[in-house]
C-alpha cells in the first residue's frame, strides 16, 4: 500500500475513532476481511476526503448524515451508527425529534418512524457501552 493510500486509510480511522472510539476495529476487520483496499476506497473518500473537511463542523455534518440516511430508507445498519455519532459529537434527543420531522416533511411518515426507531436503537446501545 503507497503512502498516500496509508495516509488516507489512517485519516479515515482516526476521524471514526473521533465519531465512536470502537468503530474504527469493527470496520477494519469487517472490510479487510473481504479486500484489503475496500476501507481506503470506501472509507478514504467518505470520511478522509469529504467529512473532513472544514467547512462544515462534525456535529453538523452528522446531523446531515442522519437526516439523509434516514431519508434514503435504505441503510439501516449506516444511520443507527451515524445516530450514536451524532449523539458522541453533542447532538440532543431534541435535535434528533427534529431531524425526524424534516424527514417526515420531505421522505414520509414512514421514513421518520424508522428513523426514530433506529434513534431509540442507538440511544439505547450508547447507554449500554
Do not use: W
Amino acid at each position: 500500500m503507497s503512502g498516500a493510500r496509508t495516509d488516507r486509510r489512517e485519516e479515515a480511522l482516526a476521524l471514526l475513532e473521533r465519531l465512536e472510539p470502537e468503530a474504527p476495529g469493527r470496520v477494519a476487520d469487517n472490510l479487510d476481511d473481504f479486500h484489503p483496499q475496500a476501507l481506503e476506497t470506501l472509507l478514504g473518500f467518505a470520511f478522509a476526503d469529504v467529512v473532513s473537511r472544514e467547512g462544515i463542523d462534525l456535529k453538523t455534518r452528522e446531523m446531515l448524515t442522519v437526516a439523509m440516511l434516514g431519508a434514503m430508507g435504505n441503510a439501516p445498519g449506516q444511520l443507527e451508527f451515524h445516530l450514536r455519532a451524532a449523539m458522541n459529537t453533542g447532538v440532543t434527543r431534541e435535535e434528533i425529534v427534529e431531524i425526524a420531522l424534516q424527514i417526515a416533511v420531505y421522505a414520509g411518515i414512514p421514513a421518520a418512524m424508522n428513523a426514530m426507531s433506529a434513534a431509540k436503537a442507538a440511544s439505547r446501545a450508547r447507554e449500554g457501552a
